[in-house]
């Protein structure tokens, strides 16, 4: 089964779960973009990984033409309802729809340490930038310094160990990683922030729902029962608890902005 079907059928399961809980704590990494990035009506802007099209919706605020495409049929649709007129595409990373050196700016948030080759997906992502454009690749710092990862870890630790190179969420949080996979694809590293992006939920339903809907939970669910799953996200998530029910992780991304070499 093709990684595109693999982990758009994990990714889909509670789409209004994840845009409700998870994607507006990404803002502060899509704010720190466009930061970074100028956009206007003249630039062309690809999401790779767009989800539930969260950062597409503030990009064409500012005026760009942007597209969409993702793994997650149930995340797609989402986003085509945020964005009727844009075209979104169901199609995987690391082969990309379109001619060479289309688009101004490639983005790609919490989607390369999905992909089943990461330097093949970061590849293409080159592929399709413009000569003088700009990548952005945006995702989790170390685990270490993560406190979700411990709600994360515990739950994959339901699970058998997976093998090397499996995708996962810290599959490139590894310091100096994502720098070793630039230079092999003929990309360099502009500038390199770490945004803090923290996690807060009130009430345990919203706290077991919030991991529920993301790929290594759902994937245990499907080993191990949901019940279980959600016995080890609260269990695990208790020396977040602040008082009541109120849970607070704080949490760090690390966003690279890249240009072709």
């Not at 509670?14 to 990404?26: H, L, R």
């Not at 919706?57 to 009727?84: N, Y």
């Not at 340490?113 to 399709?128: I, P």
């Not at 191990?224 to 695990?236: H, L």
Request: charged share 20%; hydrophobic share 40%; aromatic share 10%.
């Amino acid at each position: 089964m093709q990684t595109r079907e693999v982990q758009g059928k994990l990714w889909s399961t509670s789409p209004a779960d994840w845009v409700e809980y998870i994607e507006p704590t990404f803002i502060p990494m899509y704010q720190a973009t466009f930061d970074n990035i100028q956009l206007d009506e003249e630039k062309a802007l690809l999401d790779a990984g767009c989800g539930s099209g969260l950062f597409l919706s503030m990009a064409s605020a500012r005026g760009a033409q942007v597209f969409g495409i993702d793994a997650a049929k149930g995340l797609l649709e989402v986003t085509r309802k945020r964005l009727p007129q844009v075209s979104l595409l169901n199609e995987d990373l690391e082969a990309l729809p379109f001619k060479d050196e289309t688009f101004d700016v490639v983005t790609a948030f919490n989607s390369l340490q999905y992909a089943g080759s990461f330097s093949n997906a970061l590849a293409e992502a080159r592929r399709v930038t413009k000569k003088n454009g700009k990548l952005v690749v945006g995702l989790w710092a170390s685990e270490k310094i993560c406190e979700s990862a411990d709600v994360l870890m515990a739950v994959g630790s339901l699970l058998p160990p997976p093998p090397p190179g499996t995708p996962g969420p810290f599959a490139l949080s590894e310091d100096g990683k994502v720098e070793e996979i630039c230079k092999t694809v003929g990309l360099k590293v502009i500038n390199k922030q770490t945004i803090f992006c923290p996690w807060q939920f009130i009430g345990n339903e919203a706290l077991q729902k919030a991991f529920l809907c993301t790929a290594p939970c759902v994937k245990a669910v499907m080993s191990v029962g949901e019940s279980q799953v959600r016995k080890t996200i609260t269990e695990s998530a208790q020396p977040y608890n602040l008082a009541d029910g109120v849970y607070y992780m704080k949490n760090y991304f690390l966003l690279f902005t890249l240009e072709k070499i």
